[in-house]
């Protein structure tokens, strides 16, 4: 198993084809947009989300068939932009894309694999490969105390929802910096970790204990430990990436509280985040193969409110998580520009 990285800015190349524009009716009236999905290595995709936004803001959606096809009918005509996500994580985006009143726009969408952070075959793609593999049936597995089992290893997490999370001025320019400037800071492209959240695309692996419950990733950062014997926060402790984490049933719920980080991760990928940062998740195991996962982030050094997002996951039974290796202070070439 390949560890999965995934630089959500991945360049993509399109291939716009035919984009009748009649004069005269762009004002009035409504047309389509259609299409193919294509991986980086040319085949088909499925399962993608293709969102056409409009200038106005309004998103229309479509998910690919299994064949790579995708159609958005009643669109007004305009101009909209036209983006593929793959696992939650942006790979494609094209401005400008002309919809004329009674016609059918064709725009054929190539991937690109060669702008990323891990080895070979560690992209959003392939965490989406994996993510769509059978699901395992069955009631949920219960601990010696009768709280769910969470152990077992988990495919990359998906975005159920999104959240609007709303920054202060300067973060919010940082994060579009980010995005535009190809993610080239990346803390792992130094060998740093972003941060605790499981929101990017990797397979992780949960071993629960009584006291403690531990969270290994295929990432710089490869373990996290979850106390859950009642102690509090340290008062004193210095700053860290990946925080301090305690956690508590409630009920069939797992409640992780995770304070005490440093200013430098990206945490939610790609946020900035400032030592107030404070996160809490909610972790549910509805059955054996799904898992649950509700983030509420607030840091008020960079968020007006505290702001929520879910995510799910599910059980890759008979796998286990690969080795990791990250050179100390290892530098990824293809960012330094």
Same mark, same amino acid.
């Given at each position: 198993?390949?560890?999965?990285?995934?630089?959500?800015?991945?360049?993509?190349?399109?291939?716009?084809?035919?984009?009748?524009?009649?004069?005269?009716?762009?004002?009035?009236?409504?047309?389509?947009?259609?299409?193919?999905?294509?991986?980086?290595?040319?085949?088909?995709?499925?399962?993608?989300?293709?969102?056409?936004?409009?200038?106005?803001?309004?998103?229309?959606?479509?998910?690919?068939?299994?064949?790579?096809?995708?159609?958005?009918?009643?669109?007004?005509?305009?101009?909209?932009?036209?983006?593929?996500?793959?696992?939650?994580?942006?790979?494609?985006?094209?401005?400008?894309?002309?919809?004329?009143?009674?016609?059918?726009?064709?725009?054929?969408?190539?991937?690109?694999?060669?702008?990323?952070?891990?080895?070979? #075959? =560690? %992209?959003? @793609?392939?965490? &989406?490969?994996?993510? *769509?593999?059978?699901?395992?049936?069955?009631?949920?597995?219960?601990?010696?105390?009768?709280?769910?089992?969470?152990?077992?290893?988990?495919?990359?997490?998906?975005?159920?929802?999104?959240?609007?999370?709303?920054?202060?001025?300067?973060?919010?320019?940082?994060?579009?910096?980010?995005?535009?400037?190809?993610?080239?800071?990346?803390?792992?492209?130094?060998?740093?970790?972003?941060?605790?959240?499981?929101?990017?695309?990797?397979?992780?692996?949960?071993?629960?204990?009584?006291?403690?419950?531990?969270?290994?990733?295929?990432?710089?950062?490869?373990?996290?430990?979850?106390?859950?014997?009642?102690?509090?926060?340290?008062?004193?402790?210095?700053?860290?990436?990946?925080?301090?984490?305690?956690?508590?049933?409630? #009920? =069939? %719920?797992? @409640?992780?509280? &995770?304070?005490?980080? *440093?200013?430098?991760?990206?945490?939610?990928?790609?946020?900035?985040?400032?030592?107030?940062?404070?996160?809490?998740?909610?972790?549910?195991?509805?059955?054996?193969?799904?898992?649950?996962?509700?983030?509420?982030?607030?840091?008020?050094?960079?968020?007006?409110?505290?702001?929520?997002?879910?995510?799910?996951?599910?059980?890759?039974?008979?796998?286990?998580?690969?080795?990791?290796?990250?050179?100390?202070?290892?530098?990824?070439?293809?960012?330094?520009?």
């Amino acid at each position: 198993m390949t560890r999965l990285v995934i630089d959500p800015s991945n360049v993509v190349v399109a291939v716009l084809f035919a984009i009748a524009a009649a004069p005269g009716l762009h004002a009035q009236g409504s047309g389509s947009l259609s299409g193919v999905v294509y991986d980086p290595l040319g085949g088909l995709l499925g399962n993608a989300e293709v969102r056409v936004t409009a200038a106005s803001g309004n998103i229309v959606r479509a998910t690919t068939s299994g064949k790579g096809a995708y159609s958005v009918t009643g669109l007004l005509a305009g101009s909209y932009q036209v983006a593929v996500y793959v696992h939650g994580s942006r790979q494609f985006s094209q401005d400008g894309v002309a919809i004329a009143a009674g016609q059918t726009a064709k725009l054929e969408i190539h991937l690109k694999d060669d702008d990323q952070l891990g080895a070979i #075959g =560690d %992209t959003a @793609v392939a965490a &989406s490969v994996i993510a *769509n593999r059978p699901v395992p049936n069955g009631p949920t597995p219960r601990f010696l105390d009768g709280h769910p089992d969470l152990t077992g290893v988990w495919a990359p997490t998906s975005k159920v929802e999104e959240g609007k999370p709303e920054m202060q001025a300067w973060a919010e320019t940082l994060f579009k910096e980010r995005l535009a400037n190809h993610m080239k800071d990346i803390p792992t492209s130094a060998c740093l970790p972003w941060g605790p959240t499981l929101d990017v695309p990797v397979i992780f692996k949960f071993i629960q204990a009584p006291k403690t419950i531990v969270i290994l990733t295929e990432d710089v950062y490869p373990y996290r430990q979850i106390h859950m014997d009642g102690r509090p926060h340290p008062t004193d402790a210095d700053p860290t990436w990946m925080g301090n984490s305690i956690g508590h049933w409630e #009920g =069939d %719920t797992l @409640v992780v509280d &995770s304070a005490g980080f *440093n200013d430098k991760g990206w945490t939610p990928m790609p946020y900035p985040r400032t030592e107030k940062f404070h996160m809490i998740e909610r972790i549910r195991r509805p059955d054996l193969g799904h898992l649950e996962i509700e983030v509420t982030v607030e840091d008020p050094g960079v968020y007006n409110k505290p702001w929520t997002f879910k995510m799910a996951s599910t059980l890759l039974a008979g796998e286990e998580i690969g080795e990791y290796i990250c050179a100390e202070n290892n530098q990824y070439a293809g960012h330094a520009r």
